[in-house]
């Protein structure tokens, strides 16, 4: 029981990882620090994306339209924190 708990663990915090290395790449490539012209940049940003799409589609669709701003990463963040959280607190103390 307790490997599950240290791969989900592990899993929830790695994706936090992808999740802020997207929002990061994205930025870069919005103020022309980086380019997808470069085949690296462009394969990172593809694993990013392919990685964070799924559920920030499923957060826009229940966000406002805020414009230019997007929210849907930083909900994605406090919801994986949320779930660490409730792991750390509910889980740990059984095993």
Known sequence: ?????????????????????????????????LNTGNRFVYMVLDFTYR????????IR???????????SPIILLMLIWIIQMCMEYYIKPVL
């Open 1 to 33: 029981m307790i490997i599950i708990y240290i791969v989900a663990w592990t899993i929830l915090k790695y994706y936090s990882y992808v999740v802020v290395a997207n929002v990061i790449i994205s930025w870069l490539i919005a103020f022309n620090v």
């Open 51 to 58: 990685m964070t799409e799924p559920f920030l589609n499923r």
């Open 61 to 71: 669709r229940f966000l406002p339209n805020l414009g230019a701003l997007d929210i």
